[in-house]
């Protein structure tokens, strides 16, 4: 997700440019932390439907989903 997908995210759900102005930098940050918070959800997923055991393409599976927001 870049900056372009952000503000277009943000008009969709009725932000104007004022707000978007005065938020800057902060919803940029939601937007940061809500990815964060989907790609750990999706992680655990992966890793619940393991049920404990080791299997080789589901935990890199959840790792590979982890590693999408690394900088």
Known sequence: M???DIIR???EVG???YHLRVLD???YRLA???AAAEREACAKVV???LHGEWH???VIAA???RERGAP
């Open 2 to 4: 870049n900056r372009d």
């Open 9 to 11: 995210m943000a008009r």
């Open 15 to 17: 932000f104007s440019e």
């Open 25 to 27: 930098q902060g919803i």
């Open 32 to 34: 940061d932390l809500v």
């Open 47 to 49: 890793e619940e439907w």
């Open 56 to 58: 080789n393409q589901g």
């Open 63 to 65: 790792l590979m989903i």
